[in-house]
């Protein structure tokens, strides 16, 4: 089956530095994958949505000066939280699909703490 | 984007069949349901989606109301490990293809 891999699955940050998460499709290309956002307790919260070639559509309230999203190759997708602060703190999740007639697939999730 | 109605939580016991609910009024012709459950501290998890027909796959079934207003999805004989949270989410059939999801329902299984 599809498998994304998500890389690191924890990291811990001072305030201000930036931080790079990685998306993988492992065995499949991925057009377009999606970056979401998670606080403890509650939803996934969709952030953007990363295409492969061409810049990241972002949603409502995401700033894209601070969530960084690169897609340069059919296999991976970047997110890059920029300056870091403590509110960034939070459970990031990616996410592709195979392709149609699949579902979508997630990666295992990076927790994030800035501290 | 249209939306679910979903029971903030659920209880079952081990080894019985469980049916999670979902209400999808305002579902158009081209939206697919879909179904995902996360465990705690890991990603979601894809169980089964569905246009118009019943699904079966080894993990659920999915029954789908004949007016698409409402849809279930079929544990047919929970274990501990399928304690999670359930997200019942309508997709697109168009251009946009991204999941949107709503607060789910969180199922805990009694031994």
């Known amino acids: 089956g599809a498998v994304v891999s998500q890389h690191p699955s924890r990291v811990i940050c001072k305030s201000g530095t930036s931080v790079k998460i990685e998306c993988r499709s492992l065995?499949?290309?991925?057009?377009?994958m999606f970056w979401y956002r998670q606080f403890p307790k509650k939803s996934l919260m969709l952030m953007a949505t990363?295409?492969?070639?061409?810049?990241?559509?972002?949603e409502q309230g995401v700033e894209k000066d601070k969530f960084l999203i690169n897609h340069a190759s059919l296999t991976l997708s970047t997110l890059t939280v920029t300056s870091a602060h403590p509110e960034d703190s939070s459970f990031y999740i990616c996410?592709?699909?195979?392709?149609?007639?699949?579902?979508?697939?997630f990666g295992s999730g990076t927790r994030l703490t800035v501290v | 984007d249209a939306k679910t109605t979903q029971p903030n939580s659920m209880e079952s016991n081990e080894e019985e069949p469980v049916h999670l609910p979902c209400n999808h009024s305002?579902?158009?012709?081209?939206?697919?349901i879909h179904w995902y459950r996360q465990l705690p501290s890991q990603g979601p998890e894809y169980v089964i989606h569905?246009?118009?027909s019943n699904v079966n796959n080894r993990m659920a079934s999915l029954a789908i109301a004949e007016d698409r207003k409402s849809s279930t999805l079929i544990l047919h004989r929970a274990t501990l490990r399928d304690a999670a949270v359930y997200y019942c989410?309508?997709?697109?059939?168009?251009?946009?293809?991204?999941?949107?999801f709503g607060t789910g329902t969180l199922l805990a299984v009694q031994p």
């Open positions: 996410s592709a699909r195979l392709g149609q007639g699949y579902g979508y697939t």
């Open positions: 989410i309508l997709r697109s059939g168009g251009a946009t293809n991204k999941l949107i």
């Open positions: 990363s295409n492969e070639g061409s810049k990241a559509t972002y």
């Open positions: 569905g246009l118009t």
């Open positions: 065995d499949f290309q991925a057009t377009t």
């Open positions: 305002t579902i158009s012709g081209t939206d697919y």
